[in-house]
Structure formats: structure tokens, C-alpha cells
């Protein structure tokens, strides 16, 4: 509940931070207990479907083992030591798997920190306290708001303009590559659409008395409070903690200007 | 700020959600070219990841264009959910801040198709230099990483510059651009 009540540009940019430093760590035993603590945050302090955090989470973990593996077979061969593991019956230098490692889990690392973002926080929310806390300029503010609510409509204006160019004989795509030209037809039209439809919402919008001023009333006005100086506090903390014992047990490596 | 038009902010805000589903669209396929080819195959396509930048930026016609129709994107895709995570956001505002720069050194003032790849080409040297921290290329030999660098300059002049002018140049002939400077521009030679 608490990470649903957070003030959500303080919870952006904590995340933010939090991500830069993560990405300075060249070591797989830090970000791995940065991960189990994130989702413990996650689950204890928020409320939604855990289902659907699995399946944003699944995709998540096939891109790190991607990240893993290519890093793995792409990278400069190590000769710091003798020692080789054999991963799915190759052999790759200790080291190598090591730093391999590492940066697939970074990749789990950044992935549960947006999650938590995603699935505690509320976009309209988010954007309305960008402009009240970073001083966003409401004329883009509530310009992307407006572009955002299009999403769902540019599924049904593809959807009517496919069946428009099926109703005039352009037949299914069959192979590929009739596949790639039906989607090139599909380019201008659409976006056409989505133009002429932007520039009525403007018109709507301005009519209604819409100047873009700064000097506006907030029908949700979003403040920070001193309680939410916890949430970056708990998850800086969780980050040094975790730095800390990985340091203690000597599995702690950070970027060390290697270029 | 103040000499943009809602109507300007609007048209570039959906066009930023329009690509942000395209950028969403191709990751897997970049996906899949990594896998044949390892990390360059993100590198060969990287271009469409600057489109919308150039496009706006080509449309508008106004100092920030590019920066923020490609920050707009990057927010989008951190909401619909991605596999990068919030830290794309930053690399949006890189990517844009690299078009945006050839835009300025233009003084805003020439839109060619020369610039438009310039702007291209400069996102992609942005984005490489953050790409090359963030995602430890450092492990990859120098060789490759120089390889991969070249195919992403090319990407971006190629793809983004080039097909980015020829789709905005084919949305400003069906006239709803008219009351844009493209749309403007495109009068004044029917008329001449």
C-alpha cells in the first residue's frame, strides 16, 4: 500500500539513482541479493495481480540470459586465470563467466526496479506530479497525456483501415514479404489519421479555455510529504547494506575504468 | 516553450506514442539478429530507434523537437513495459539530445536531407558512447566494438535520416501536415 501513496517523481528518481549506481558494479553476488531485496519491497509495500508480475517478469529474464550468453561468447578471452567452467559443453575462462554473469543480472536488476515502478504507480498520477514537483511545463504535459490517450485508439483505427484495404481487394499476407508491404501500406494512413486527430484534440482543448499557463489550479494537487523520504532512504540503505556484505565477502568488484 | 503551439505539442506527443509501439515492435527483432549475430545485430537496425526525432524534429521545425518527441517515446515505452527498464528513458533523452545537437549546429534552420542524416548519425554517437557504459561493451574485443560502432552510424544515417524524410515527405502529400512548417514549405513550392 505504501508504494501506491508515494509521491511518484520522488519514486522515479530513486529509481533513477538507483539504477546509475547499479550500473558501475562489475560483480554477479551484489546485484543478485539487490534483486531479492527489490521484490521483497515489491511484494510486501504494494498491491496488484502477482500473476501479472510473472508474466512481465518472464520476458525480463529470457533478455538477461540473452545479455548473459552474448556477453559470454563475444567477449575479449580472459588469460587472468587457468581456470575454465563449461557451460552447455564449451568451455569458457572462469572470469569471463564471471563478468558474464554479472551484467545479465544488472539487466534482472534494472528490470525489478521498473517493475516496481510500473505496478505501484498510477501514469496520469505520475504525470501530474511532474508538473507540479519538476516544473514540467503543462502545455507538454498535458500534451503527452492527450497523445497517450491514443494509444488504444490506434489499435482500432489499424484495425479499420486493414479492413478498409480488405474491403477494396488487397488480399492476406501470405508470405513475408507481402507481409512487410501491408505493413508499409498501413504507415501513412495511420499515422495520417493520428495527425488530423491530434491537431482536433488541440483545437478542443484550447477552446476549453487550455493556455498552457504555469500559473494553473490542480484538480489533484501532489505534494511530498515527509514520508516520502522513506521509500529512497529504505532502498539506498538496501544498496549500501547490500554493498557492504558483498565487500565483507569479498565478491564486491566496481567499474574499473576498463575500456 | 512558449512559441510552441499545443497543436505542435500534441502532433509530436502522438507521434511519440505511435513509435514508441514501432520501437517496442522491432526490439525483438533486434533480438533476433543478436542472436545470428551476436551484439552487433542491435547495432545494423539501431536507426529505427532514432526515427521519431528526426521526423518530428523534420515536421516541427522548433528548437527541441528532437530532444523531446524521442524523450516522449522512451517514457511510453517504460510504461507500456519493456525489457530495458526505466533506464531507457535516459537513453532516449541521449539519443535525442545526439539529433538534436546536428539540428542546432544547423541553427535550426536547414532541414535537407543531409542534415536529417547528420542528426542520424549524431544520435547514434550518443547513444554508442552511453550504450558503450551502460551495457559493459568494455568486455567486447576492440575489433568488434569498432565494428559495431560503424554499423551503427550507418543505421542511423541510412534508416532514420533517410526513411524518416521520406515518411514525413509522404504524410505532407496527403495536405495533414498543412498547417506545419513541412506542410508550409510544401505549399510554397506548389505554388512557385
Avoid at chain 2, 152 to 174: E, F, P, Q
Wanted: charged share 15%; with cysteine; aromatic share 16%.
Amino acid at each position: 500500500m505504501f508504494l501506491h501513496d508515494l509521491n511518484p517523481t520522488v519514486k522515479a528518481l530513486t529509481i533513477i539513482g538507483l539504477v546509475f549506481l547499479l550500473a558501475f558494479l562489475f560483480d554477479p553476488v551484489t546485484p543478485l541479493i539487490y534483486i531479492c531485496g527489490t521484490m521483497v519491497v515489491t511484494f510486501w509495500f504494494g498491491t496488484f495481480k502477482k500473476k501479472h508480475y510473472v508474466y512481465y517478469f518472464l520476458p525480463f529474464l529470457l533478455f538477461a540470459f540473452g545479455m548473459f550468453w552474448t556477453t559470454l561468447v563475444f567477449t575479449d578471452k580472459s588469460t587472468a586465470s587457468e581456470e575454465n567452467l563449461s557451460l552447455f559443453g564449451i568451455n569458457f575462462p572462469a572470469e569471463d563467466v564471471w563478468v558474464a554473469t554479472s551484467l545479465g543480472l544488472r539487466v534482472l536488476a534494472f528490470a525489478t526496479l521498473s517493475l516496481l515502478f510500473l505496478f505501484t504507480t498510477n501514469m496520469v498520477h505520475f504525470i501530474l506530479s511532474l508538473i507540479q514537483q519538476l516544473k514540467l511545463p503543462p502545455k507538454i504535459a498535458y500534451g503527452v497525456l492527450a497523445g497517450y490517450r491514443f494509444l488504444p485508439m490506434l489499435k482500432t483505427e489499424f484495425q479499420q483501415v486493414l479492413a478498409a484495404h480488405r474491403i477494396r481487394g488487397v488480399n492476406k499476407p501470405e508470405t513475408w514479404k507481402e507481409w512487410i508491404v501491408q505493413y508499409q501500406r498501413m504507415a501513412i494512413p495511420l499515422l495520417a489519421g493520428a495527425i488530423r486527430k491530434a491537431e482536433r484534440t488541440a483545437v478542443a482543448m484550447e477552446s476549453k479555455g487550455f493556455t498552457g499557463d504555469r500559473d494553473r489550479t490542480f484538480y489533484r494537487p501532489m505534494k511530498i510529504q515527509r514520508k516520502d523520504w522513506i521509500f529512497p532512504l529504505m532502498m539506498f540503505g538496501m544498496l549500501g547494506i547490500t554493498i557492504a556484505l558483498s565487500v565483507y565477502f569479498g565478491y564486491f568488484s566496481f567499474y574499473g575504468g576498463e575500456l | 516553450m512558449n512559441h510552441w503551439k499545443l497543436k505542435e505539442v500534441v502532433v509530436m506527443s502522438v507521434l511519440s506514442v505511435v513509435f514508441a509501439i514501432v520501437y517496442l515492435a522491432f526490439l525483438p527483432v533486434g533480438k533476433i539478429l543478436v542472436g545470428f549475430l551476436g551484439p552487433i545485430g542491435y547495432d545494423l537496425i539501431f536507426g529505427i530507434w532514432f526515427i521519431v526525432s528526426i521526423i518530428a524534429a523534420y515536421i516541427i521545425r522548433k528548437p527541441g523537437a528532437a530532444f523531446l518527441s524521442e524523450t516522449i517515446a522512451a517514457a511510453v515505452e517504460v510504461l507500456l513495459g519493456n525489457a530495458v527498464g526505466p533506464m531507457l528513458l535516459v537513453s532516449g533523452m541521449i539519443q535525442g539530445l545526439g539529433a538534436e545537437s546536428a539540428f542546432a549546429m544547423t541553427r535550426y534552420k536547414r532541414y535537407d536531407l543531409f542534415t536529417l542524416m547528420l542528426a542520424g548519425v549524431m544520435a547514434a554517437v550518443f547513444s554508442f558512447v552511453w550504450g558503450y557504459f551502460l551495457s559493459g561493451f568494455a568486455a567486447l574485443s576492440t575489433g568488434y566494438v569498432i565494428a559495431m560502432f560503424i554499423a551503427r552510424i550507418i543505421s542511423g544515417a541510412l534508416i532514420s535520416g533517410v526513411i524518416g524524410k521520406a515518411l514525413s515527405d509522404a504524410l505532407a502529400k496527403t495536405g495533414v501536415l498543412s498547417s506545419f512548417a513541412l506542410g508550409k514549405e510544401y505549399r510554397k513550392k506548389r505554388a512557385a
